[in-house]
């Protein structure tokens, strides 16, 4: 089973430079989330969707953009790459109750 | 507000030693109660999960977490544990429905001691 599928797996982008991480489930799960994973911070959220059509702001939203392009995708875009957004992030879904994580894509800004 | 805590940044312990991760939550409403393990590159899988029920849940690996509402906390126990556990153990609080959004507390790193 698949289960939720990030690419890229890394990448390295110059300060400006915009990108699209992808992030694909086959569980028909309702809603998607984009976290952020940085050293002693645990996972913040960035993005959440609760169902195709929906978006919402998490906790730090700043800086991304997010497409529910339909009930398995769900893309977070960064218009202009910072280097604080270096960081691991990490796409889950839920049918509710736990999350299901993908394996993370490593972006690194320089 | 809603937050989890995980006291414990990093925790050594020998291997076939007993273990017990500490977390302390606050939330609203009935929480959903979760411990998921996250090995190096990896990303994070779910150990065990509780909503309702006998208080003591059993998961993976031989993992155990008793929920105590009177202290807020849901702490992570293994008997016995194995080098293989070293990991990063991060416990989370949500809501039971879809649209729930899950708190992560801020991790705690396992190192086993050989």
């Known amino acids: 089973n698949a289960g939720v599928t990030q690419t890229p797996k890394f990448q390295v982008l110059k300060t400006g430079q915009s990108m699209t991480l992808q992030c694909a489930q086959d569980m028909n799960h309702n809603s998607m989330y984009w976290y952020r994973q940085d050293p002693g911070m645990g996972l913040r959220l960035i993005y959440y969707?609760?169902?195709?059509?929906?978006?919402d702001k998490g906790e730090v939203p700043n800086g991304y953009n997010v497409s529910r392009l339909n009930k398995r995708e769900f893309s977070l875009r960064l218009e202009s790459a910072a280097p604080s957004q270096t960081s691991v992030y990490f796409c889950a879904s839920s049918g509710g109750g736990p999350q299901h994580f993908g394996d993370g894509t490593r972006l690194s800004i320089l | 507000a809603q937050s989890v805590t995980q006291p414990d940044i990093h925790i050594t312990v020998s291997e076939g030693a007993s273990l017990e991760l500490r977390c302390n939550y606050s939330y609203g409403a009935t929480p959903y109660l979760f411990w998921y393990v996250q090995s190096p590159g990896q990303g994070l899988q779910l150990l065990l999960k509780y909503f309702s029920g006998d208080t003591l849940v059993q998961g993976i690996k031989g993992f155990e977490a008793e929920f105590k509402r009177s202290q807020s906390s849901f702490n992570l126990r293994k008997p016995s544990v194995h080098w293989s556990d070293a990991a990063e153990y991060f416990c989370a609080v949500g809501g039971y429905s879809s649209a729930s959004k899950i708190i992560f507390g801020s991790g705690t790193r396992l190192s086993i001691r050989p």
């Open positions: 969707s609760a169902s195709e059509g929906t978006t």
